[in-house]
């Protein structure tokens, strides 16, 4: 198994809601990522999570909150969004930690719509 | 700043031609080399990476690159492209001295001809 399982693709929500992005992998990574990709653009790294803790959090407001509940999985809370944060959001895993290492294995994505 | 540029928006190419997508970074020392694949509404995959040693690089899918030190550019090259080559790429740098940040450039949609 050689992939990154997102669910949902697709998520509409309102200002005042509260749901969660889910991102799995058993390919025995000790990394995993949260990217946010907005339309025609580059991802931009929001979260790292090194052998489950969190290692790097790249200034993102605190309406998103992420959570690694075991090695497999990560999941980002999302609450109190706002329109501008509509965007693709990535997950991605890797085996190693560490630039120097990384085979960034993608998932397919979750595309948020906050209206 | 480091910084990565892929100095075209967009490429269109007949099937069957060659391609040549431009990468060049701005950094003191060779940092880590990669090239990214973005078919529509998916996520990215990995094309090929340069850390050290041999100079050209090969890929998945028929992908090349070459990494030009007095130049700062890591070029992606195919002999021949498919309609199923249509995506956008992405070149991005890794910083020896950045544990997980990837510098990404802006990317490149390629748009291919029938």
């Known amino acids: 198994d050689t992939e990154v399982t997102q669910t949902p693709k697709h998520l509409v929500m309102g200002m005042t809601n509260k749901k969660s992005l889910k991102c799995e992998q058993h390919?025995?990574?000790?990394?995993m990522y949260w990217y946010k990709q907005k339309a025609k653009k580059p991802p931009e790294l929001m979260f790292v999570?090194?052998?489950?803790?969190?290692?790097i959090n790249e200034s993102v407001p605190s309406r998103f909150s992420p959570e690694c509940p075991n090695s497999s999985l990560l999941n980002l809370h999302l609450h109190a969004l706002q329109p501008e944060d509509s965007a693709l959001y990535l997950c991605?895993?890797?085996f190693g930690t560490g630039v120097q290492n990384e085979k960034l294995f993608f998932g397919s994505g979750t595309q948020l719509s906050v209206l | 700043a480091q910084s990565v540029t892929q100095p075209d928006i967009h490429i269109t190419v007949s099937e069957g031609a060659s391609l040549e997508l431009r990468c060049n970074y701005s950094?003191?020392?060779?940092?880590?080399l990669f090239w990214y694949v973005q078919s529509p509404g998916q996520g990215l995959q990995l094309l090929l990476k340069?850390?050290?040693?041999d100079t050209l690089v090969q890929g998945i899918k028929g992908f090349e690159a070459e990494f030009k030190r007095s130049q700062s550019s890591f070029n992606l090259r195919k002999p021949s492209v498919h309609w199923s080559d249509a995506a956008e790429y992405f070149c991005?740098?890794?910083?020896?001295?950045?544990?997980?940040?990837?510098?990404w450039g802006a990317g490149t949609k390629l748009i291919i001809k029938p």
């Open positions: 390919m025995g990574h000790r990394a």
């Open positions: 991005a740098v890794g910083l020896p001295d950045s544990n997980y940040q990837l510098i």
């Open positions: 991605a895993s890797s």
């Open positions: 999570y090194s052998y489950e803790k969190l290692s």
């Open positions: 950094y003191g020392a060779t940092p880590y």
């Open positions: 340069y850390f050290s040693g």
